[in-house]
């Protein structure tokens, strides 16, 4: 049986690479569809849902964490890998709480995309060599409450966030997630009280250090 496979990269040429690569090493995983953003990726979810998804963790509009949470939501059976040039353990940790089950780095993709998909198709994790020892301890076996923390952003203030690093107005916030310009604002009021950040290029260089946005 064939493995569908769905790509969301922001660079097509990224996006390319992969598929080529897939169609070159493995005949029966084939890829279904592309997007180059959150929000196209979630609509593909929707109507032409996908055994794997390759996410870049940082993509526009909703980054590839986010939209692991949201794949999970539409078909909890699907698996997803995050496709990285981020190396560190906060985003190693954050993708697989969020529920992805591969993690590659770009510079490795070529030669561990194809393994990976089959790992994880067969319900197990994949990891990049280079990255697997932050999770050699286990960290995934603690209490879901643990390291949580009153100053945790919510997914919705996260996506705010990254809305407003990627340069969107309160106005435009609103109209885009379909709230009101007040719900929008006392979203921008808690977040800025939670991280204890007042000005709006300190919100960005968070954005950008938390992978919701990229330089």
């Known amino acids: 049986m064939a493995i569908d496979v769905i790509i969301a990269d922001d660079h097509a040429i990224v996006r390319a690479g992969i598929k080529s690569v ?6 029966d995983i084939r890829v279904i569809g592309e997007a ?3 929000e196209e990726l979630l609509k593909l979810a929707r109507t032409s849902p996908a055994d794997v998804y390759i996410l870049d963790i940082s993509m526009p509009l909703l980054n590839g964490i986010q939209a692991v949470s949201e794949i999970l939501k539409i078909n909890p059976q699907s698996k997803v890998i995050i496709l990285s040039m981020h190396d560190s353990r906060s985003f190693v940790e954050k993708a697989l709480q969020a529920g992805a089950k591969g993690y590659i780095l770009k510079d490795n993709a070529s030669e561990e995309i194809v393994p990976g998909i089959r790992e994880v198709t067969s319900n197990r994790f994949y990891l990049s060599p280079p990255i697997s020892n932050f999770i050699v301890e286990g960290f995934l076996n603690r209490d879901s409450q643990a390291g949580k923390n009153s100053n945790e ?3 919705r203030e996260r996506e705010v966030l990254q809305l407003i690093a990627e340069g969107f107005s309160n106005k435009e916030i609103a109209s885009r997630m379909r709230l009101a310009l007040n719900t929008v604002n006392a979203h921008r009021k808690n977040i800025m009280e939670k991280l204890n950040i007042h000005k709006q290029a300190d919100l960005i260089r968070y954005a950008i250090k938390e992978g919701l946005v990229e330089p």
């Not at 897939?22 to 005949?27: Q, S, V, W």
């Open 22 to 27: 897939i169609e070159k090493k493995a005949i």
């Open 36 to 38: 180059s953003n959150g």
């Open 153 to 155: 952003l919510t997914l």
